[in-house]
């Protein structure tokens, strides 16, 4: 039978078992609740009854992934979503290394994500944890661990760079100078002022901006294609979009899909090429600018221009943050961002809706004082 006993400010649990040469163990463990080490008692009890190997698996989380998603995932899955996998068992490796899927708690489990939020958006560390609990799901049914360790875990606060806006963003008066400053710099021999042009004509983050092709451009109707972005941390090949509503297709203004397409003569004519076919990568072929590096270029333009010092992903508040003064539907600013939906956009955007509304119900009360 398992004993629990309360030590201090936890719960232990321990349960008695023989294993088939008629030797006799003990499995520990220590929870913060009663009630949790309750319920892993009686999942080792039922797992005893069964007759599973409850002494724990000898395989580590990383091992028991790898293989079940070799097994499950690799043979039906596409390509893109191949990447999300992989990308996955890259942050367990990191975590978890060599711990043993049988020794992961919930507690554990739960800092792992907790960790994840300090770096990634909600959708990815969304996206990580419902592949860990798919595969925590198997290991239980297979009798591999005796308890989902991912059951009741949250998804905590994440970082979420769209909701930094604060003073992130450039009056029009100020894009209107960043975008007459840095348009004479965009060439094959200043990629970054290219990038940054485009972000701030476009409003893609640095990672679709990073991630364009020449055949992303449609030179008759002035449009952007989004359908992936460039994975710049890690081996700089292609990842999938942030979300679903981020594959898109977003109009230009007509004079920069000319200086695209003047980079694009540029770039053939020197013999530049890249396997990825990729817009912006330097004279040698290889690399596209770093977000550092175009922040540095940023940093450059103020001092210049002496206006106020935004980030590279606050091109993109400028965009929209303008789009919304000149009174664009917000819906359509939604759907041009990539957002999964208006909420998103409205959240993000609360400082320059706040203002427009002051402005409108001004407009409001002298269209009634004239009826």
Known sequence: MASIKKRGASWSARISFYDQSGKRHTKNATFKTKKEA?????????SKSRGDNILGSTKTFVQYFTEW?????????????????LFTLDKLETSFKDTKIGDVTRTVYQMFLNDL?????????????????????????????????????TIPKCVDYEAEV??????????????????????????????IMVSLLSGLRYSEVAGLT?????????TLRVNKTLDYKGDGDFLPTK????NRVVMVPDYLVKLLGGMHQDQVAAGIQNDLHLIFIGTHGKYVPTDNAVNKALRVAHEKLGIKKITFHGLRHTHASYLLYKNVSIYVISQRLGHSDVGITQRVYTHVIAELHEEQTGLINDALESI
């Open 214 to 222: 020449w055949s992303d451009i449609d030179y008759k109707n002035n």
């Open 38 to 46: 309750e319920f892993f008692a009686n999942q080792n009890e039922i």
């Open 243 to 246: 979300t679903k509503a981020s």
């Open 117 to 153: 939020a300090d770096t990634y958006a909600r959708e990815t560390v969304a996206k990580i944890a419902g592949h860990c609990r798919a595969c925590v799901i198997d290991a239980v049914e297979d009798g591999v661990i005796s308890h989902n360790f991912t059951t009741r875990t």
């Open 69 to 85: 998603y070799k097994t499950y995932k690799e043979p039906a899955v596409a390509a893109a979503t191949k990447k999300n996998y």
């Open 166 to 195: 604060g003073n992130n963003y450039l009056s029009a008066a100020d894009m209107s100078k960043l975008q007459a400053y840095i348009r004479p710099k965009v060439s094959i021999n200043n990629m970054s002022a290219s990038m």
